[in-house]
């Protein structure tokens, strides 16, 4: 079964999607499941989870909508006020729902010590004491940070998101190289091979271009804890739903089947605890 591991589905607005500037110009749009579900048929996918795009728990419960509407979402990672007072109260409502499977923040955004702060690490128990897996976005130059702040927590399930976004664009390895392997050592985090093309010149890329970065997190997580995603629609500025498959597949090809299985769907299955039915074929 081939699972994708990352994507989004959005109604597009100017004012929640600020961050989509001109040169990613194709993305002001509306990206919604029936669009995902013609890109899956063209590609062999089975199962999605779906990952918060805005900070709010609407767009939440939103999510859980459409996966209750489509077998194709799996799971849904949403958005909670992690780090509010009230936030056990906020997200209670929606722990019932058995396709949500984990919570995400846009640490990207936040500033320097945020990962210390009481009331995040406060949110983050309550995630573990309600077996929520939770989504870490950063950046490379977060890593450190991230390393400390998963140690506070070694009974809480994380997976890092787009391989922490390496400086690809830039041909730059280190430190991020040693900083993940450090990270990978933990056996509670697990990587997601997603987002790589929009970290490299989003013109000019190829496989060989990516493959120190692929070998990296393959090396230090293994295909056990490595989970192939999409990224989708964000990944259009740089490349096809199509595309990225295919180069993943080729990646791969000298991987043993178990190890395929594995990236390809085994390891998100059983990262999130996903309930999905018979491949696609078998259907």
């Not at 041909?171 to 056996?187: C, D, I, T, V, Y």
């Not at 999409?230 to 089947?257: C, H, I, M, N, R």
């Not at 990236?263 to 259907?283: D, I, Q, W």
């Amino acid at each position: 079964m081939r699972i994708d591991a990352h994507h989004h589905l959005w109604r597009y607005t100017p004012e929640e999607f600020g961050w989509i500037t001109d040169d990613m110009a194709l993305l002001r749009r509306d990206f919604l499941l029936p669009e995902l579900e013609q890109q899956m048929a063209s590609t062999g996918v089975d199962a999605t989870v779906v990952v918060q795009a805005r900070q709010t728990v609407a767009e939440t419960e939103w999510l859980l909508q459409q996966a209750t509407a489509s077998d194709a979402i799996a799971g849904v990672v949403g958005w909670g006020p992690i780090a509010d007072a009230d936030f056990e109260k906020s997200i209670e409502p929606l722990l019932s729902h058995r396709k949500l499977v984990g919570l995400r923040h846009i640490l990207q955004s936040e500033p320097v010590g945020f990962l210390s702060e009481e009331g995040f690490n406060r949110g983050i128990r309550y995630l573990t004491a309600n077996r929520l897996t939770y989504d870490v976005l950063v950046y490379s130059a977060q890593l450190n940070e991230v390393i400390d702040f998963v140690d506070r927590h070694p009974n809480q399930r994380f997976v890092v998101d787009h391989c922490a976004k390496p400086q690809i664009k830039n041909a730059k390895l280190e430190p991020w190289k040693q900083q993940m392997m450090e990270l990978a050592r933990r056996n509670n985090v697990w990587c997601k091979v997603s987002g790589l093309v929009t970290e490299a010149n989003w013109q000019v890329w190829s496989l060989e271009i990516l493959r120190p970065y692929l070998d990296t997190v393959l090396e230090a997580f293994g295909a056990e804890r490595c989970m192939a995603g999409s990224d989708w629609p964000v990944l259009l500025v740089a490349a096809t739903y199509k595309k990225w498959w295919s180069v993943l597949e080729q990646y791969t090809s000298g991987f043993k089947s178990e190890e395929r299985i594995a990236f390809f769907g085994g390891t998100a299955r059983s990262f999130y605890g996903l309930e999905v039915g018979a491949p696609r074929e078998m259907r």
